[in-house]
């Protein structure tokens, strides 16, 4: 069976303990070989640009997974010029990684949930397996049932391990990871009324919020 890779798209805004708690736990429940960090450049589907530069973002997540062989980061979207479709990158990867290499795409319920409003989405599940993690503050998600996935891709959904890793793309897994309220949201807002941030990223990454001055924070 071919290694799989996990490959982890979101605005990372700043990166936090959400964020990393769900690459380790799907690292070891998808036994994924690495989980790869896409920063979105510009999140088409946001109202607004992001708050921190593409720069600083990439930054963010370097000095959050340091010392973590089995995490990486790749700035590609960032680079991209244009809107960061994710089913762009997931073409990428599959051209790099060949026909036979499960790739997995991870997201939270509340990404996931949105997904029929992504670019191409159908073509999506012939890239990619997507592992999708229930998050703790997604009450909407909790409360719909099977509903919260759309109905044309209910085939697709499995329990099994081997479905995943036994081929290269196309199933949906959902995973109950460590219940984490975190999110970047909050995060900046708490920033910008020099509230601690510490605890809910890493202290690197805290740091450089401060010195950069990031979210309107004064340190
Ligand atoms: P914002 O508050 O700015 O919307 P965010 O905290 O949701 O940001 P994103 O960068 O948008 O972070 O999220 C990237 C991915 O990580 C998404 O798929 C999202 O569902 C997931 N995610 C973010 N925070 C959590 C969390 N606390 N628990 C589980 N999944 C999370």
Known sequence: MA?????????FDPVHFGHLRLAAEMR???RLE????????HPWQRERDTYASGADRVKMLELAIAGEPAFGVDDREVRREG???????LEDYRRECGPEAPLVF??????FARVETWHRWESLFDLAHFAVAVRADDHEWLSRGPGAI?????PRVTMSLKDVLGSPAGRIMTFAMTPLAISSTAIRAMARVSASIRYLTPDPVV??????QLYGSHA
């Open 106 to 111: 991870l997201c939270g319920t509340d990404a």
């Open 150 to 154: 759309p109905k044309a891709l209910w």
């Open 83 to 89: 809107p960061s479709y994710t089913v762009d990158t």
């Open 207 to 212: 740091d450089f919020i401060h010195q950069q």
């Open 34 to 41: 690495r989980v790869v960090f896409l920063p979105a450049g």
């Open 3 to 11: 290694p799989a890779l996990g490959l982890f798209g979101g605005t």
């Open 28 to 30: 070891e429940a998808f």
